[in-house]
């Protein structure tokens, strides 16, 4: 590898904005917010819309669609006659 043309590798805090979720891993995204962690070290924040504390897919609050209704209906509209 190269020197110097790489991003700092470095622990950041991500924020789930939704469900309060925080948690703490490597990455080379930067912020100038900070947060004092469970170890009593100062890490970037970065704030984030979804993850997987409150993506439908893994909460289990997913909703399902009628599609065999919606086909039906569909059908029954456009049939030749």
């Not at 991003?7 to 004092?36: A, C």
Request: charge should be positive.
């Amino acid at each position: 590898m190269k020197k110097g043309i790489h991003p700092e590798y470095r622990d950041v805090v991500f924020q789930d904005l939704q469900s309060d979720f925080t948690f703490l891993t490597k990455s080379t995204m930067t912020s100038s917010e900070t947060i004092k962690w469970e170890d009593g070290n100062e890490y970037p924040l970065i704030k984030v819309e979804v993850t997987s504390a409150s993506h439908p897919f893994y909460t289990g609050k997913k909703i399902f669609l009628d599609t065999a209704g919606r086909v039906e209906k569909f059908n029954q509209r456009y049939k030749k006659k």
